[in-house]
């Protein structure tokens, strides 16, 4: 059911630092500006590469869901995987229906599009995120 590979997920304490390391050490020639995303309560950037995106995110907010993951790791870490799939009420469904439990409602990712998130405890110690694909139509 699962997709294409969209993107790895990695907290970083500090983005502009990040990307720096992403660009000056790694060569990476392509990052996004950084962009708040409020309502996720997170600060993303998106390291483009032809296979996909590693997507940078630093807490936004004092709410941010990824500060407990900081507080464990202070240097950052990668933090989920997230793969595309047609249709996110679907999956989300089917996850469900499965076993797993899925930590939210549809909601607006940083792409644009919906996405849920997966319980670690279900997937292997791998927190993971379904994201609708891009439509053509929209
Ligand atoms: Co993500």
Request: charged letters at 25%.
């Amino acid at each position: 059911m699962i997709g294409p590979l969209n993107h790895v997920g990695v907290a970083v304490p500090d983005i502009d630092k990040a990307i720096a390391f992403y660009r000056d050490v790694l060569g990476a020639t392509d990052i996004t500006e950084p962009k708040d995303l409020p309502p996720q309560g997170v600060t993303y950037a998106f390291v483009n590469l032809p296979s996909g995106q590693v997507e940078l995110i630093q807490p936004y907010g004092e709410k941010s869901p990824i500060i407990k993951f900081l507080e464990r790791n202070p240097k950052g870490g990668q933090h989920h995987i997230c793969f595309e799939v047609d249709d996110i009420r679907e999956a989300s469904i089917k996850m469900a229906e499965r076993g797993m439990r899925v930590l939210n409602e549809p909601r607006i990712g940083a792409h644009g599009t919906l996405v849920v998130f997966l319980h670690p405890g279900d997937a292997g110690g791998v927190l993971i995120e379904l994201m609708e694909s891009h439509k053509e139509d929209h």
